[in-house]
């Protein structure tokens, strides 16, 4: 099943399957990307990152895919397992605002629910 | 080390309480952060520290007052908040302000009554 990121919030897979969590993003000037997981009751934890240079970036199970053109990402999980279950947010890095850090701008979240 | 802790875990307030948020890490990190995360929303970034001073702070009321005593401690003090300060408070921290990867907290749920 495929999600539409901040207008479907909630997506409910079959152990085993694939899952496609999706995300657009604010500002096309955005140099890196990041998914978390976050977990009930937990920080998110880092996933998987990509730089705007690159198009598809692969981890173990995880895929990311950047479409600059419609600033839309992309996170693939293969063969989902029940402790994928989670809450997914992208996160987008902007430009440097007046060299004071580097700041994450997060997105809306997806729920991931896995079905034994 | 990859952990960043949190203190407490749960915290319960009154509006006209002083109380105190604490993080620690032990990663030799140089940039800590606090983030806010009300239910079922995004977290939103409040402070950065780099390098124990204040660089970035996004708008946020005074009676949230951010501290850093030394490079592994960040402590956030609230005094006289909102039923609407409720949320969830990340704690995250990264090598330095330029990289980009952050660890994150575990978070302290707050409640104000």
């Known amino acids: 099943g495929e999600s539409v990121g901040l207008h479907l919030p909630t997506l409910s897979v079959q152990e085993g399957d694939n899952s496609i969590i999706n995300c657009a993003y604010s500002?096309?000037?955005?140099?890196?990307f990041i998914w978390y997981k976050q977990e009930s009751g937990k920080g998110p934890q880092f996933i998987i990152d990509i730089r705007s240079n690159m198009d598809k970036r692969q981890g173990q199970r995880v895929t990311v895919l950047l479409n600059k053109t419609v600033k839309h990402l992309s996170l693939q999980i293969a063969a989902t397992q029940p402790g994928d279950s989670a809450v997914y947010f992208c996160a987008e890095i902007p430009p440097l605002r007046n060299n004071a850090g580097n700041m994450l701008t997060f997105g809306g979240g997806t729920r991931l629910m896995v079905k034994p | 080390d990859t952990e960043v802790t949190q203190t407490p875990k749960h915290l319960v307030m009154g509006m006209t309480n002083k109380k105190s948020l604490k993080c620690e890490q032990h990663m030799g990190h140089r940039a800590m952060y606090w983030y806010k995360q009300k239910a079922k929303k995004p977290p939103e970034l409040m402070f950065v520290y780099s390098y124990e001073k204040l660089s970035i702070n996004e708008s946020v009321p005074s009676r949230f007052s951010p501290e850093c005593p030394n490079s592994s401690l960040l402590n956030l003090h609230l005094h006289a908040l909102q039923p609407e300060d409720s949320a969830l408070y990340l704690c995250?921290?990264?090598?330095?302000?330029?990289?980009?990867?952050?660890?994150f907290g575990p978070g302290t749920r707050l409640t104000v009554t």
């Open positions: 995250a921290s990264s090598q330095d302000s330029l990289t980009y990867e952050q660890y």
């Open positions: 500002n096309s000037a955005s140099d890196y």
